[in-house]
């Protein structure tokens, strides 16, 4: 197998691998939704459920990014671009992929930035949970980075070979028919 075809493999595994883990904070809300409904129900209490639902939930938004970007879920504003071709179409979604990389990876070093503060100063949630709040942030900076990552990926795509690689979502394949 040769380089670029084992990098592009990696790659793809990489994404594949953010959504499950997406998926997997996504069954983390229901599992603590319904221990906390549980609880309730048995006059106990489960102190930091809401928080801990709030970090799940933060994690699934940012590992997802990359794997929706892939699959055509993310909202992209395709309207210009549809009625473009060829080169100028090129150069549109160059400068849009080039932005998009250029803003995830700015946010993705400052959310390195904000989860290496809170770890430096012992900074804790101020909830029941009382969770230092590095931990759930590094959920933000890794899903950030991968996301940033996918971005780039599409971007270096457009410049060598003119097209992206996401996948059509159905809405725009219907063509409004």
Same mark, same amino acid.
């Given at each position: *197998? !040769?380089?670029?075809? =084992?990098?592009?493999?990696? =790659?793809?595994?990489?994404?594949?691998?953010?959504?499950?883990?997406?998926?997997?904070?996504?069954?983390?809300?229901?599992? =603590?939704?319904?221990?906390? *409904?549980?609880?309730?129900? !048995?006059?106990?209490?489960?102190?930091?459920?809401?928080?801990?639902?709030?970090?799940? *939930?933060?994690?699934?938004?940012?590992?997802?990014?990359?794997?929706? =970007?892939?699959?055509?879920?993310?909202i992209r504003v395709s309207l210009v671009l549809n009625m473009l071709e060829g080169l100028p179409r090129r150069l549109l979604e160059t400068w849009c992929f080039g932005i998009g990389a250029a803003l995830a990876w700015y946010f993705a070093w400052y959310a390195g930035r904000a989860a290496y503060w809170s770890w430096k100063f012992k900074d804790i949630s101020q909830g029941q949970d009382a969770t230092p709040l590095w931990i759930p942030q590094m959920a933000m900076v890794i899903g950030a980075g991968i996301f940033a990552i996918a971005l780039t990926d599409h971007l270096l795509h457009v410049l060598i070979s003119g097209t992206h690689r996401i996948k059509p979502d159905l809405v725009e394949q219907s063509h409004g028919d």
């Open positions: *197998m !040769t380089a670029p075809r =084992l990098l592009r493999s990696g =790659l793809d595994k990489l994404y594949f691998a953010s959504g499950v883990v997406a998926a997997v904070f996504l069954v983390a809300i229901l599992a =603590l939704i319904v221990v906390q *409904m549980l609880a309730r129900w !048995t006059g106990e209490v489960f102190p930091g459920a809401p928080d801990y639902a709030g970090y799940c *939930m933060a994690a699934a938004s940012f590992f997802a990014f990359a794997h929706a =970007l892939n699959h055509g879920s993310h």
